[in-house]
Nanobody
Framework: QVQLVESGGGLVQAGGSLRLSCAAS????????MGWYRQAPGKRRELVATITTGGSTNYADSVKGRFTISRDNAKNTVYLQMNTLKPEDTAVYYC??????????????WGQGTQVTVSS
């Protein structure tokens, strides 16, 4: 069984910083892209940032210059450093991994989500 476990969410004032972590565990053969998505109340889930195994990154326009995604392939872990947070960043943040388990069927796996709340 494969699972993603996020940590690092919380309450922060506008202008502050948070660092999210997401560790993949279980019977994993390989992990391709990893990423972070978020969903605010009443809104659709949206992409925040993704990173490939080789380190190529992609960001939503709304977070460019403020958020940084990184990964440690040896630890099957992805991070999201969030700086200069704004109230509109408030959402549940979900980790995603495009991976191949030892069962051999490639699939997209989601974490349970971590709440980020930015107060004004």
């Amino acid at each position: 069984q494969v699972q993603l476990v996020e940590s690092g969410g919380g309450l922060v004032q506008a202008g502050g910083s948070l660092r999210l972590s997401c560790a993949a565990s279980g019977s994993i053969f390989s992990i391709n892209a990893m990423g972070w998505y978020r969903q605010a109340p009443g809104k659709r889930r949206e992409l925040v940032a993704t990173i490939t195994t080789g380190g190529s990154t992609n960001y939503a326009d709304s977070v460019k210059g403020r958020f940084t995604i990184s990964r440690d392939n040896a630890k099957n872990t992805v991070y999201l450093q969030m700086n200069t947070l704004k109230p509109e960043d408030t959402a549940v943040y979900y980790c995603n991994a495009d991976l191949i388990p030892f069962t051999g069927v490639r699939r997209s796996t989601w974490g349970q989500g971590t709440q980020v709340t930015v107060s004004s």
